[in-house]
């Protein structure tokens, strides 16, 4: 069950979507996309191209949120469309953009229906926006789509916590406080086979208190890269972060680099 409560309300919400639950955003908002977030953006939008091997000049970030990476593409003369779920999202998206003055496509649809046969030379997928679904069929899905968007030696990069690093640095509960006095309690379980990790957040912020749960797939470097095959890319480089360490022991992320076939 995934619930958000405050002290003045209770609001039980769908295990299975909650990702498409305004609310969920809304309150995660200020914990997920911190300013520190935003500035090193720029950033792994140039390990991206590096990782890549190749200039791109139209690029889909899929589950772009509120912009963090389109924006830095755009600025250095990409045409980006973004794509994401969340109007909440979309219009922080929006906002960041024409403060920036870039010009940006985008597109409220969900990762499964979005699908533009040899549009884009990259698709990117940042930030663990994947693995929401319960039948790892739908994921298979959006793998597909993004194989069909892509034009002919396209590349896709995603980037996620793969299940070797969880399992490393199992904690099963934390807790952050930030400079502004807000503080995130998080729990987390791992479960039906090591496939996927529930996670339990309890958010403070204003004297506010909102319970958050969700849930989201767990692929190990292996498990993505063959997923990856199945969904039409016959080359999977795995890394250890988007500076292209390893991924062994050290690794920070999984971070696949698939190339469309030409």
Known sequence: MNSATTENADQTLDAASWFENETFWEATYPFMFIEERFATAEAEVAEVQKLTGAPFRRVLDLCCGPGRHSIPLARLGAQVTGVDLSPFLLKKA???????????????????????????????????????????????????????????????????????????????????????????????????????????????????????????????????????????????????SLQGIPYDLKAQRLVAVATKPI
């Open 94 to 240: 929006r906002s960041g953009a024409e403060l920036e003055k870039v010009n940006i496509e985008w597109v409220q649809e969900d990762m499964r229906n979005f699908a533009r046969p040899g549009a884009f030379e990259l698709v990117i997928s940042l930030f663990t926006s994947f693995g929401y679904f319960q039948d790892g069929e739908e994921d298979l899905m959006v793998l597909r789509n993004v194989f069909r968007s892509l034009v002919p030696g396209g590349s896709f990069v995603i980037d996620v916590m793969g299940k070797e690093i969880v399992a490393r640095g199992y904690a099963p509960s934390s807790v952050e406080k930030r400079e502004d006095g807000s503080m995130l309690v998080q729990s987390r379980e791992v479960y039906d086979d090591w496939y996927r990790i529930r996670s339990h957040w309890l958010l403070i912020r204003d004297r506010e208190v909102t319970h958050i749960h969700f849930d989201t797939a767990l692929y190990s470097g292996r498990e993505l890269a063959d997923l990856l095959k199945k969904a039409g890319f016959e080359t999977v480089k795995l890394f250890g």
